[in-house]
């Protein structure tokens, strides 16, 4: 809608002829004059910025949409190591967490910190939004 009220705001047409065919594409009358006043750096109509915009917040909702498309599909996922360590993939909280034996030392707390793993008294493990990243950083804050 946008890009065909450009056109015809664009078009060699009288400001009447052109407020019409904007009526036709539920533009109301006021909007329509509005549109055709120049703004401040001469531009009418709807200015290019607002276009991308509108392109960027549209990728953006499509990726966001698969994310959780993708997220409702998926099931919970819990890896035990040898150590004791447990690490779960928690769909339903959508946090990954990590179940210690014990309290780490202050090392791994440290580690576990710095990539954005917080303390959950609630669960009693250590956790943060399940995502790809979260996933990746993983075996860097676990002890080998």
């Known amino acids: 809608m946008v890009t065909a009220a450009n056109k015809i705001i664009r078009s060699k047409k009288n400001d009447a002829e052109k407020i019409d065919l904007l009526k036709g594409l539920n533009i109301s009358e006021k909007a329509a004059c509005e549109l055709l006043i120049p703004d401040w750096c001469g531009r009418k109509g709807f200015a290019d910025y607002q276009l991308k915009n509108n392109g960027a917040n549209i990728r953006r909702m499509r990726d966001r949409l698969a994310e959780l498309e993708k997220k409702a599909v998926a099931t919970m996922k819990v890896t035990a190591r040898a150590d004791g360590i447990r690490v779960v993939e928690n769909t ?21 910190k710095a990539k954005a793993f917080h303390w959950s008294p609630r669960n009693g493990c250590w956790q943060r939004q399940l995502t790809e990243n979260a996933k990746r950083v993983l075996n860097g804050v676990l002890p080998n």
């Open 92 to 112: 339903d909280d959508d946090r990954l967490q990590i179940f210690f034996p014990g309290k780490p030392d202050a090392g791994t707390i440290k580690k576990l």
